[in-house]
């Protein structure tokens, strides 16, 4: 089963809009984490922001933010004010579990964001 | 400056071949990860390390193999008995144990095998 399901494939946003990227999750275990990762075309993964499951607050950094919905299991993202440099591939990722070690992350299959000037 | 290196940026190999990728890092971090990306597919966990001289299988570690001498090295073995081994490989590591810590990850080998 799917843990991680982000249900747009590609997104079509003109510059500046505002924009929200869809995650919703799966899992039993009350202490988790969810992540958000860009990909542009060189192929790198670059970190954007951070949700715990116990975070009251929703997580913000800069331009981004996450709408997290505990009792809907989403995390969706949202970017404001969009710039031609947003263009890439979005990917959710969650890791469950609390002092397991190493973080295993599951990843979501992404969503392709194009910005239009 | 601080970061992951995976050498080389494209890999080319003869089907039946193992062909070793590199990943190094100097964020002196503890854990280290690869991962396997197919095109338009999300990131799948092959091996994980924790420390030094030890690691453990990830989701789809069939056909490959891992070493960790080193803390700052962590290279992937993709074996013959891997079926499939064309694609897209991203090492990345991360500060330690706690849930926040984000995974950093290096610019990717792209792995073709014919």
């Known amino acids: 089963a799917q843990k991680i399901t982000q249900t747009q494939p590609g997104m079509f946003v003109q510059e500046k809009e505002a924009v929200t990227l869809d995650c919703t999750y799966d899992t039993s275990d009350q202490s988790y984490g969810l992540f958000w990762y860009k990909q542009p075309s060189s192929g790198e993964m670059i970190f954007l922001i951070y949700?715990?499951?116990?975070d009251e607050q929703n997580a913000t950094e800069g331009r981004y933010s996450l709408n997290f919905q505990k009792a809907r299991k989403s995390a969706n993202l949202v970017i404001s004010a969009s710039q031609l440099g947003d263009s890439a591939m979005y990917f959710c990722?969650?890791?469950?579990?609390w002092g397991q070690g190493a973080q295993k992350l599951v990843f979501g299959q992404g969503t392709r964001l194009t910005i239009n000037p | 400056d601080g970061g992951i290196t995976q050498s080389p940026k494209y890999l080319f190999r003869k089907e039946g071949q193992n062909v070793t990728l590199s990943c190094e890092q100097n964020?002196?971090?503890?854990?280290m990860y690869w991962y396997r990306q197919d095109p338009g597919q999300g990131l799948r966990l092959i091996y994980y390390?924790?420390?030094?001289?030890?690691?453990q299988k990830g989701d789809i570690a069939e056909g490959y193999s891992v070493s960790r001498e080193k803390k700052e090295s962590f290279p992937l073995t993709v074996t013959s008995a891997q079926k499939n081994p064309t694609a897209f490989y991203l090492c990345?590591?991360?500060?330690?144990?706690?849930?926040?810590?984000?995974?950093?990850f290096g610019p990717g080998t792209r792995l073709t095998v014919t």
């Open positions: 949700q715990g499951s116990y």
């Open positions: 990345a590591s991360s500060m330690g144990l706690a849930e926040s810590y984000e995974q950093y």
């Open positions: 964020l002196n971090h503890d854990a």
């Open positions: 990722a969650m890791r469950e579990g």
């Open positions: 390390s924790q420390i030094v001289n030890d690691f």
